[in-house]
């Protein structure tokens, strides 16, 4: 049976989501419980259990009851409850569908000057050789993302690493090189950064005010925290020397269009404090996401976890709407959820859009679909110069999506996370369309605590 709401309560909110019309509806116990019970009883049999359940409670009768259950058949008739999945049955041809590529991942730099113990690259190498990327494979990808995106103006560039403030050189060039073709060329270039912090300085933040739509500070946290997981090589802590430049970096932006980025992990299952530990620091914009890890590394992320990291985002979440009240309000990223009517439908049900629409293209400039498969041969898709040429890979890629997947298929949180991260899915199903699902109950969690805030939000 095709479930189409969800229900759960939360920091004393009664929540009930309409799954496939996103309708959320703040309710008291009584509605709550008859929604529960609606669709499986007969009106006047949930009527009489209701009676006999909270008859002379607070003044309700029966005639309370029946206007409720009246208010719920409404809800229904609207579309707003018990609302059917219309894009279940719609033939939507993935195969069919145009892409252009409108986004790359740039690794500017396969080095890095710290040795995180959790990071994916292997200290920039990604599986492989430590190298540089040049002006022109720079230059090369920049052509190869206007040559492919079709009639689209907007594209958007990632430097990436490693560490891309060890070739930022290369980067202002590249900068400077897709300012001068947008004039020529009718596109739009938003250029983003990640960084560590460590080669900061006043040159650098000022070319990235000046240039970067967006930029992504890394530190993880508390300093323990972030010292005992992103040390310099010889083992010294890396905190000290990011966190006064991060603060200068984040201000001079007046607190928007960037985000300090951390990582917790089996190490820190307690995170909800350092969020707090960067909000208290100032910051405004913050992001601190699960390590996704081999079950073998120390520091992942374990099934016996999950219910501890569950506790912290609801915690954090009450935090956070208390902060509020007080006027000292942050974001955290993971909280931060459209309800004006979000994307079109192949993003609500594909996601990234990685391997399509998103690539990322190593220092030498061959193609990947994204960051994280990089170093991983099979997904090879082609390079900078002879464009796509493993149409298959990416064929694969476009048909992901949230009714391809079977984990999916019934999900609450299907829209939201449109079906989660290909390359963790790859990495512990070895199928794309698979699931990792430790992933997932942290997602359906976030998307919980994110939907009793707005309900929060919306009484202050």
Known sequence: MEHTIHQYKNNGYNMVLDIASGSIHVVDDLVYDMIAAFESTEKEALISDMLARYGGQAGIDETEIREAYDDICELRDTGKLFSHDAYREMVIDFKKRQTVVKALCLHIAHDCNLACRYCFAEEGEYHGRRALMSFEVGKAALDFLMDHSGNRRNLEVDFFGGEPTLNFEVVKQLVAYGREQEKLRNKNFRFTLTTNGVLLNDEIMEFCNREMANVVLSIDGRKEVNDFMRPFRGGQGSYDRIVPKFQKFADSRNQEKYYVRGTFTHYNLDFAEDVLHLADLGFKQISVEPVVAPPEADYAIREEDVPKICAEYDRLAAEMIRRKKEGKAFNFFHFMIDLSGGPCVYKRLSGCGSGTEYLAVTPWGD????????????????????????????????????????SCRDCFARFYCSGGCAANAWNFSKDINGAYEIGCELQKKRVECALMIKAAEAEM
């Open 367 to 406: 193609l990947y679909p994204c960051h994280q498969f990089v170093g991983q041969e099979e997904f090879i898709l082609g390079n900078v110069y002879d464009g796509i040429q493993k149409e298959e890979i990416c064929e694969k890629f476009k048909l992901c999506n949230v009714y391809a997947k079977e």
